[in-house]
């Protein structure tokens, strides 16, 4: 790990400081999706680290097939406030006077290394709650209101899976990424609710909602054609320049059973009972899908 | 006209019922392609006619085997780079506006899910897939043209379509933008803090 965070000439300027001497260093680890997280820090930074680093998973662990270095370390300035800075394996992600939002970029930043480098999964940027055992998946970057609506669905009775990640096996099965679930509470802070924990079994995709937030949007869904409901979810894919086939191939499968929709949306609460009362009014179009892909002529 | 030859090759191709869904790893787009364009696609190897290929989706698909869609779903194909060659000079006389094809097909009696239709996306890079980067919404925001190209079959043959996307997403199409400055944006952003 030491040797993993030195610093080469050119990323000097952008190398983060050492942890203090005579502080003791101190090393979170988690292993996941084959890839080992390390971050190296200070006792007093400990708290400030996601626990665990990684959300725990239902997939088969398998051996490690890489490791990935990451250091949260503090600068005493005599003049001015503490400086909290991240970094990936030796060079500076962030530098922030705030130790709890430095803690955020970290927690993300390990995130979407594990969802980058990982073989086991496709990782979707996606929110995921599950309603009577099938998979509703939310695809939309940060900041697109996924977290919001997820929280919801989950109050209007789902199951809470995810609000970061769509975590998809090799089968196509949707599998739960359950960090704390994060509402953004004014542009600056996030605020976490309690709705991670032990993970849930995984389930098949049975609706994929692209939408887009709009104040004041008039909810007008669309059904999605199962291309487009696989393009959807390939816009949100973190891998699929470094693993198009098996991407591709996994997303066909996780969309095969599913019904995909289109619309502008406002109010999360609202959105949310709209969703609800269009699965309501469509039960069946979402199983005959389950029946296969191949053979299906939906215009 | 020189036998029309599609693009097979760094091509990934997943065949759903109804569409072909094709990954571009030579400029990493992603394509859907209707019924209509994937027999297309499927058929023109360049040792078929225009004609001949006419007389296949008339056989597959029951359509009036007519050269005028065939050459707009070679149009489609050729603004989603999956044609080896662009469309010869004396070919573009023949080629009907989408219009007109649609016209003939609704009065034949068939659904205009059977005009040639495309929709493409950029793949985003793991960055712009990230939370809290800036990129990554434009990478969306492009996802979501792509599914739209569906509802407004003009979109790709559109020159304002790409000319018309903001700043960013024309970085995301182009690759041109440096993804450490593209964090480092995203990241004040997401910290609520003014722009440096």
Not at chain 1, 135 to 151: H, N
Not at chain 1, 221 to 226: D, I
Not at chain 2, 25 to 41: D, Q
Request: contains cysteine; charged residues 20%.
């Amino acid at each position: 790990m030491t040797e993993s965070m030195a610093t080469t000439a050119e990323d000097t300027v952008l190398s983060p400081p050492a942890i203090a001497a005579g502080t003791s260093v101190v090393t979170a680890r988690c292993s996941a999706y084959g890839i080992e997280v390390a971050v190296d820090t200070s006792d007093d930074l400990f708290g400030y680290l996601p626990s665990p680093l990684i959300p725990p998973s239902t997939m088969r662990e398998s051996r490690t097939r890489q490791r990935i270095g990451f250091a949260f370390t503090q600068t005493r300035c005599a003049d001015g406030p503490p400086l909290f800075t991240v970094a990936e394996e030796g060079v500076q992600v962030l530098s922030s006077s705030d130790a709890e939002l430095a803690a955020r970029v970290l927690e993300s930043q390990i995130h979407l290394k594990v969802a980058a480098l990982t073989d086991q999964a496709v990782f979707v940027h996606a929110g995921v709650v599950g309603l009577d055992g099938r998979a509703l998946v939310i695809p939309g970057p940060s900041r697109s209101g996924k977290s919001t609506l997820v929280d919801a669905l989950v109050s209007a009775g789902a199951t809470y899976y995810s609000d970061e990640y769509a975590v998809i096996d090799v089968d196509g099965r949707i599998h739960a990424f359950p960090r704390e679930l994060r509402l953004r509470d004014g542009l600056a802070r996030d605020r976490r609710v309690s709705l991670g924990g032990e993970p849930t079994e995984p389930l098949e995709a049975a609706w994929v909602f692209n939408l887009r937030y709009q104040a004041g949007a008039v909810w007008e869904p669309k059904e999605l054609t199962p291309g487009q409901t696989l393009l959807t979810l390939l816009a949100n894919s973190v891998a699929v320049r470094r693993r198009s086939e098996v991407t591709v191939r996994t997303l066909r499968l996780a969309t095969a059973p599913a019904q995909g929709w289109y619309s502008l949306r406002a109010d999360a609460a609202e959105t949310a009972k709209q969703i609800l009362q269009l699965i309501n009014r469509t039960p069946g179009a979402t199983q005959a899908r389950s029946q296969g892909h191949a053979g299906e002529d939906r215009p | 006209m020189k036998n029309p030859r599609a693009r097979r090759n760094n091509v990934v191709c997943e065949d759903l019922a109804a569409e072909t869904v094709l990954y571009d790893r030579a400029n990493n787009r992603a394509h859907s392609l209707n019924r209509t364009v994937g027999l297309v696609w499927q058929a023109a190897d360049g040792q078929r006619s225009v004609e001949e290929i006419a007389v296949i989706l008339h056989r597959e698909l029951g359509i009036p085997a007519d050269p005028g869609v065939v050459l707009l779903a070679l149009q489609d194909l050729e603004g989603a780079g999956l044609i080896e060659e662009p469309l010869p000079v004396e070919a573009r006389p023949e080629l009907l506006s989408r219009r007109e094809v649609a016209r003939k097909l609704a009065l034949a009696g068939f659904s205009m899910a059977m005009l040639p239709a495309v929709a493409s996306i950029v793949a985003p890079t793991p960055a712009m897939a990230a939370s809290m980067i800036t990129a990554q919404q434009a990478g969306q925001d492009l996802g979501t043209v792509g599914t739209e190209a569906y509802n407004n079959p003009n979109f790709l043959t559109d020159p304002n379509a790409i000319t018309g996307l903001s700043n960013a997403q024309n970085a995301y199409v182009s690759g041109n933008y440096n993804t450490e400055i593209q964090d480092l944006d995203g990241v004040i952003n997401a910290l609520g803090l003014p722009p440096l």
